[in-house]
């Protein structure tokens, strides 16, 4: 970044900055980040907390708005020096279609690209995820694999799809020249199954075990180990990573996993760190039902959501892609971001566990 800029204090925009990742980087920017003097939120649905934030020293500029209209993201990008690109469609569930799950994930990046060079923006950070990698068609395990590690990332659901093209695109406009002149510098961040202050499918864990007495049955074996990263230090490495990326010899077109000092674990014994402490517990210690019942019940859940969908929309948490993906093991074990540009977590993992019961404790006061 010129010196100008730096000596300058910076405008960033954060697309889906109202997400549950979003809303911890525009928290993280904004106690963080010292050089900010706009921050603009952009997203689809903006929330009410964001009035609470236009109260301190930065510009808070909240904005509603659709990535997938080209003009409302260059209306939102022109001026910004630094772009964190987090909104998307996060379905593994069927809620969406795969054409909007494409239109918003892949086009509506695209048009993140473009506003970029065509009003000189000149950095720009990727949220992208370990599903670009896997776990692949074939279930092939990624055992605590780095970003080197050789794997065949075949895919056929919309999600990773759209994921892996958004990314291909974010790193191939890599050194495209802005408005200006001067070389585009983009990254992508990687995170693993994130969970923290604001995670739905926790929540969504937490009151079908009310509902079941307070008991969660197991599905998964315990064996199989499922990569776990805390949203603050995702939120943290999306900052620090956009306050580095001046060396764009080093980080311009680099991909980066995001990793903390989570255990590994299985999905649902990971989720049990949390909701076990708020009074849950985990029935079994291996999978109460036998793996081909468990195909079937998804695959009956997935012809339900199909025959229900011009009534109502069925979306539970086991279909045929949620299975196979809890069911396969994928953990990463790397330090990229900390050689490229010094990523420490900054929450250990007994305050990312701390802070993520406590919220699951308030969940409960706050549904009644
Ligand atoms: N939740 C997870 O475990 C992981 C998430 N990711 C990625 O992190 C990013 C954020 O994910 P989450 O915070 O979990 O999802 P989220 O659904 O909580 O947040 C996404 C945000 O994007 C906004 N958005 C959706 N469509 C939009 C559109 N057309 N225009 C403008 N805004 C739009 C939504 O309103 C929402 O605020 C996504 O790109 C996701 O692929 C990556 C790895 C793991
Ligand atoms: C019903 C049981 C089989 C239960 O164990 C299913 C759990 C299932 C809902 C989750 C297991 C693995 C999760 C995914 C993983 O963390 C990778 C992801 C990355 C993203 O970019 C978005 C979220 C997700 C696809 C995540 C979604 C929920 C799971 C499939």
């Known amino acids: 970044m010129a010196d100008s800029a730096r000596a300058q204090k910076l405008v960033y925009l954060v697309t889906g900055g109202c997400g549950f990742l979003g809303e911890h980087v525009v928290r993280m920017l904004l106690q963080r980040e010292p050089r900010l003097c706009e921050l603009r939120i952009f997203d689809l649905h903006l929330g009410p907390w964001l009035d609470e934030l236009k109260t301190g020293p930065v510009r808070v500029t909240a904005i509603q708005g659709d990535v997938t209209q080209a003009h409302e993201v260059a209306a939102a ?60 068609v074939k279930g092939h395990p990624f055992y605590r694999g780095n970003e080197d590690t050789p794997y065949e990332a075949v895919h056929r659901h919309p999600y990773p799809c759209s994921k892996a093209l958004a990314e291909r695109l974010v790193l191939e406009a890599n050194g495209r ?35 079941l007495g307070g008991r969660l049955f197991r599905a998964i074996p315990a064996s199989v180990e499922h ?109 990229k971001a900390q050689r490229h540009f010094g990523y420490e977590p900054l929450f250990s993992w007994e305050d990312s566990r701390t802070r993520t019961i406590r919220w699951v404790q308030g969940v409960e006061s706050s549904s009644q």
């Open 227 to 335: 990569g776990r990263v805390y949203v603050g230090n995702v939120a943290w490495m999306h900052v620090l990573v956009a306050r580095e990326e001046q060396r764009a010899a080093l980080m311009g077109g680099q991909v980066y996993f995001c990793y903390d000092k989570s255990p590994y674990k299985s999905y649902e014994d990971f989720n049990m760190e949390f909701l076990r402490p708020c009074g849950l517990r985990l029935v079994g210690t291996r999978p109460l039902l036998p793996y081909w019942l468990l195909v079937f019940l998804a695959a009956l859940n997935a012809l339900l959501q199909w025959l229900l969908r011009p009534l109502l929309l069925y979306a539970p948490l086991l279909n045929p892609y949620t299975l196979a993906v809890a069911n396969t093991t994928f953990t990463v074990s790397t330090n």
């Open 77 to 136: 990008v022109a001026g910004a020096h630094v772009v964190i690109h987090t909104a998307g469609l996060v379905d593994v569930f069927g809620k969406a279609s795969p054409e909007t799950i494409h239109e918003v994930n892949v086009q509506g990046t695209q048009n993140v690209i473009e506003a970029c060079v065509q009003t000189g923006t000149q950095f720009l950070v990727y949220t992208s995820s370990m599903e670009v990698v896997g776990p692949n």
């Open 177 to 211: 020249k802005v408005r200006g002149g001067l070389p585009l510098v983009t990254c992508a961040l990687r995170p693993t199954g994130i969970y923290g202050e604001g995670h739905q499918i926790m929540r969504d864990f937490y009151h079908q075990g009310l509902r």
